[in-house]
């Protein structure tokens, strides 16, 4: 009954660094996306897919890309991290029909210094 | 792009008390749900609500999809400690084709 996994739970960059956020959900949805979550900000949408080899920007893109080789996957990865990016991300996925809502991942805290 | 208004930002309210929150929309949504965030996870679904004037409940937590379809609210009765955390509401905007938009939470704390 794991639901969204996402990996690794705590990370800290240097500035210039590159990593990847790995999530993995295993409830055979269709969608999948990625957040971040910053004090008195909510949660704004990164990137989001709507299927396997699909992707497309969210609101806030810019210093990140991601892929979906596989279904169940979906990749987060900073080219080279910023102070800026220093947040908590929440990945979530949801079938196709997204009023029954997304399930969310337990999160990544990332700090870059 | 679109966004939710919520209020409050942050409740300070003690054991026993209840609790309501809302969120705005200056669009119509068709589906408002609610979330719930605990320190250091993810958010989880409360409530989720699809019709116009709908109101639901989940124990101690009611929600109501407002006439307008542009507003919906969160009541908690009788607050506990483990009510501790952040709400969110979210709505789907371009009909059942749209993304989900959050709120920028409410964040309560309860004093035992």
């Known amino acids: 009954n794991a639901g969204v996994t996402q990996t690794p739970k705590f990370r800290v960059l240097k500035t210039g660094q590159s990593m990847t956020l790995l999530c993995a959900q295993d409830m055979n949805h269709e969608y999948m996306y990625w957040y971040r979550q910053d004090p008195g900000m909510g949660l704004r949408l990164i990137h989001y897919s709507v299927g396997e080899g699909t992707t497309a920007k969210g609101e806030v893109p810019d210093g990140y890309n991601v892929s979906r080789l596989k279904k169940q996957n979906f990749l987060l990865g900073l080219e080279s991290a910023a102070p800026s990016q220093t947040s908590v991300y929440f990945c979530?996925?949801?079938?196709?029909?997204?009023?029954?809502?997304?399930?969310f991942g337990s999160g990544t805290r990332l700090t870059v210094v | 792009g679109q966004q939710l208004n919520q209020s409050p930002q942050s409740m300070f309210i003690q054991e026993g008390e209840d609790v309501s929150m809302n969120c705005t929309s200056s669009s119509i949504f068709n589906t408002w749900l609610w979330y719930k965030q605990d320190p250091g996870e993810g958010p989880v679904l409360l409530i989720a609500?699809?019709?116009?004037?709908e109101l639901t409940s989940n124990g101690r937590l009611t929600a109501q999809f407002g006439i307008t379809r542009k507003d919906s609210f969160l009541n908690i009765s009788a607050s506990i400690p483990s009510d501790v955390g952040i709400y969110f509401c979210?709505?789907?905007?371009?009909?059942?084709?749209?993304?989900?938009?959050f709120g920028k939470g409410t964040k309560l704390s309860v004093k035992p």
């Open positions: 609500l699809y019709k116009a004037g």
């Open positions: 979210a709505g789907q905007e371009g009909g059942s084709q749209g993304n989900l938009i």
């Open positions: 979530a996925s949801s079938s196709r029909y997204r009023g029954l809502g997304y399930t």
